[in-house]
C-alpha cells in the first residue's frame, strides 16, 4: 500500500518569513496529492490539492510543486502570518469516489511575531 | 463545497459500553465514506472504508468486530465502538467525496472518552 513520510514535524518562522513542507510517497499509482490544514480540536480543511498531470500549482501564498520522478511534493506558504499556525499534513492516493488518501505525520507550523 | 456532518462531537462513555457515530453527508450521496482516527498529536489513520449495501473494507490491524461499520444509505455511514474501553479513546473522523470532485470533505469529527 501507500506509504507517505512528511518532514519536517515541526517549524517555527518568523511572521513574513516563508515556510516549506516536504512529502513522500511510495505508489507510483498515486495520482491526487492534496494538503491539509487542521487546527486544533477541528476537522482537516483542505487547502491546495495538485494532480500528477500538474507539476506546480499557486493560489495566493500557497504553492505546491511535485516531482513525479522522485515522488516528492511540496508546500510552500509564503508572506506568513500567525493564523497560518496549524497543523498541516499531506496525502497521497487517487481521486475516485472510492479510492482512499493515505496521510503523512503532520507538520506543526508555528508562525511566530 | 460539500458538507460532512458527524454526531455525535463528543461522548463520555463507560468501559464496556459501545458507542455509535453517525456520518452525514448532506448535499450529496456518497457511495463510498472514510473512517479516520486521530490520537493526540498524531496523523490520520484510516481505518476501513465504508461501501454503500455491501460490507466495509478494513484496514490492517483494524478488528471489524469491534468497530462496526454500517452503510445503509447513500448519505449515512455509522461507526459502532463495541465492548469500548479506555485505549479506544480518541478522535473519530469521517470523511467522503462529493462526485466530480477529487477533494476528500471531513465531518467535525468526534472525540471518544471511555472511563
Known amino acids: 500500500g501507500e506509504n507517505v513520510e512528511q518532514h519536517p514535524s515541526t517549524l517555527s518562522v518568523q511572521e513574513g518569513d516563508s515556510a516549506v513542507i516536504k512529502c513522500t510517497y511510495s505508489d507510483s499509482a498515486s495520482n491526487y496529492f492534496p494538503w491539509y490544514k487542521q487546527e486544533l480540536g477541528k476537522r482537516p480543511q483542505l487547502i491546495i490539492d495538485?494532480?500528477?498531470?500538474?507539476g506546480e500549482k499557486k493560489d495566493q501564498r500557497i504553492a505546491v510543486t511535485l516531482n513525479k520522478t522522485a515522488k516528492h511534493f511540496s508546500l510552500h506558504i509564503t508572506e506568513t502570518q500567525p493564523e497560518d499556525s496549524a497543523v498541516y499534513f499531506c496525502?497521497?492516493?487517487?481521486?475516485?469516489?472510492?479510492?482512499?488518501?493515505?496521510f503523512g505525520t503532520g507538520t506543526q507550523l508555528k508562525v511566530e511575531l | 463545497g460539500a458538507v460532512v456532518s458527524q454526531h455525535p462531537s463528543w461522548v463520555i462513555c463507560k468501559s464496556g459500553t459501545s458507542v455509535k457515530i453517525e456520518c452525514r453527508s448532506l448535499?450529496?450521496?456518497?457511495?463510498?465514506m472514510f473512517w479516520y482516527r486521530q490520537f493526540p498529536k498524531q496523523s490520520l489513520m484510516l481505518m476501513a472504508t465504508s461501501n454503500e449495501g455491501s460490507k466495509a473494507t478494513y484496514e490492517q490491524g483494524v478488528e471489524k468486530d469491534k468497530f462496526l461499520i454500517n452503510h445503509a444509505s447513500l448519505t449515512l455511514s455509522t461507526l459502532t465502538v463495541t465492548s469500548a474501553h479506555p485505549e479506544d479513546s480518541s478522535f473519530y473522523i469521517c470523511?467522503?467525496?462529493?462526485?466530480?470532485?477529487?477533494?476528500?470533505?471531513f465531518g467535525e469529527g468526534s472525540r471518544l472518552t471511555v472511563l
Open positions: 470523511s467522503a467525496r462529493a462526485p466530480g470532485l477529487g477533494e476528500l470533505f
Open positions: 496525502a497521497a492516493g487517487g481521486t475516485g469516489g472510492g479510492n482512499k488518501l493515505t
Open positions: 495538485i494532480r500528477s498531470n500538474v
Open positions: 448535499d450529496f450521496q456518497a457511495t463510498t
